[in-house]
């Protein structure tokens, strides 16, 4: 078993982590920047090294310091939370050369399943549905603009290698392949060192699901059902609910085990998840999450299920305790995610000092947070402060329990979205679940 974690990330997630270990008996190590000197993670850890100044790049990205902490700390694992080098294979490559677990996947299945064209392909072959579009790269304009006559306008042109949203353009006119064809590539060479394009068409407004899986280290993998992620803002997840409630239980099963059938194809093991698009023609496979997800909260609310100590389970070789059949949904749960930031001034990011926090309760309430009364909230990082999550039996009735600890819910010093998402969960076609990935962006333009 796995004696000592450094949690390789900060924030609400580096918390999530260390109280996780607390209760397995696990020793931690937290890291952080100077711009983090007074972060709750690193009072909380059994012990916390400073590794640079507040730049990412000179402290949570890098691996050279990262590494030396857990050396000099005895560390014989790292947990790299989400975001900053939770998906990194070059990391988790270097952490196995030094004798240290990674805690997540291996680096090989990172790479397959980063490479799109590649994925595509693993998942067509498994039975896996895919966008319909090529599994072949577009190597000249001319391919992609007979691709996108056979598919049918709109079609999206992404890049093999790509993330965050470069090296993608939509075309909605024949005329338009070409030129989007040239600046795609050219974008992705400059981004990822790799021009590789591949073509899919265009699902306007579908519902974007992902499934959770976990997978150990002989062979086992089970889901966890799946989230409602369609709520977003310029492709941020604003708030996310499990179990979906667009699905009926023969669907649900079917993406279920589509889930896992992805995750054994690319030999994956520890906690991801597999995104899928939905629309009324079926479901789509669009990518594998190498990592805990923000979200993974409502999942362990819904299912009962800790994530974060299956992930250590997993890591320190042992089997899942759990079979398909033992897991359930205990009810319906909605995550809200608290963001520091002004809503009237296009969702600014607001900095400063906590001067009231006061966290709403009762059963079913969990609120994941690294806010404490005093705190400054530093200008270096991502504006998201919290994940408000409620549970009950139904939607009906977790929604009503979202609103009631969202209206409790103080968190004075700064701006914050919490009335945005009231705002939400007051909105006819959200009560009513007729989401879709642009209905919050519609929603705003009505107001």
């Not at 974690?5 to 996780?20: D, F, K, M, T, Y």
């Not at 070059?90 to 004798?99: E, L, Q, T």
């Not at 966290?359 to 990082?381: A, Q, T």
Request: net charge negative; proline share 4%; aromatic share 6%.
């Amino acid at each position: 078993m796995i004696k000592k974690v450094l949690i390789a990330n900060r924030g609400e997630i580096a918390i999530r982590i260390i109280r996780a270990c607390r209760e397995m008996g696990v020793r931690t190590v937290a890291v952080y920047s100077t711009g983090d000197t007074e972060a709750l993670h690193a009072q909380l850890a059994d012990e916390a090294v400073c590794i640079g100044p507040a730049s990412l790049k000179e402290s949570y990205l890098n691996t050279y310091a990262i590494l030396s902490a857990a050396e000099a700390t005895g560390a014989d694992a790292i947990h790299p939370g989400y975001g900053f080098l939770s998906e990194n294979s070059k990391f988790a490559r270097v952490c196995m050369k030094s004798g240290i677990k990674f805690i997540g996947p291996a680096p090989e299945a990172m790479e397959l399943m980063g490479d799109k064209i590649t994925a595509r392909r693993l998942m067509k072959e498994n039975g896996v549905p895919i966008i319909p579009g090529t599994t072949d790269p577009l190597e000249t304009p001319e391919a992609a603009e007979e691709t996108a006559r056979e598919l049918g306008f709109p079609v999206m042109i992404k890049a093999s290698a790509g993330g965050g949203g470069r090296g993608i353009r939509k075309v909605t006119r024949p005329e338009d392949v070409r030129d989007a064809w040239m600046s795609a590539r050219a974008e992705a060479e400059a981004a990822f060192g790799d021009g590789t394009l591949f073509m899919e068409k265009c699902i306007e407004n579908g519902r974007h699901l992902e499934v959770q899986i976990l997978a150990d280290e002989h062979g086992n993998a089970v889901h966890l059902f799946e989230r409602e992620c369609s709520l977003q803002r310029r492709n941020q997840k604003v708030m996310e609910e499990a179990p979906s409630c667009c699905l009926d239980d023969e669907r649900r099963r079917e993406m279920g085990e589509a889930a896992v059938r992805a995750a054994r194809a690319s030999g994956y093991t520890n906690a991801g998840t597999i995104e899928f698009l939905v629309d009324d023609s079926g479901y789509y496979f669009m990518e594998l999450n190498a990592r805990v997800q923000v979200e993974h909260p409502v999942t362990e609310m819904a299912t009962g299920i800790d994530i974060v100590k299956a992930q250590l389970l997993i890591a320190s070789g042992e089997p899942l305790s759990i079979r398909q059949e033992d897991v359930r949904l205990l009810g319906h749960a909605i995550e809200c995610r608290i963001n520091a930031e002004d809503t009237d001034k296009n969702f600014m990011p607001s900095i400063g000092r906590i001067t009231m926090l006061h966290v709403p309760g009762g059963p079913g309430v969990r609120f994941d947070s690294m806010l404490y009364n005093g705190y400054e909230i530093p200008p270096y990082f991502d504006s998201m402060v919290g994940k408000l999550i409620c549970m009950d039996r139904d939607r009906e009735g977790a929604m009503a329990k979202m609103r009631s600890a969202l209206t409790e819910m103080v968190i004075d010093g700064v701006e914050t979205n919490i009335d945005f998402q009231l705002d939400l969960l007051t909105n006819k076609k959200v009560l009513r679940g007729e989401l879709d990935t642009g209905l919050v962006e519609r929603i705003m333009e009505e107001t």
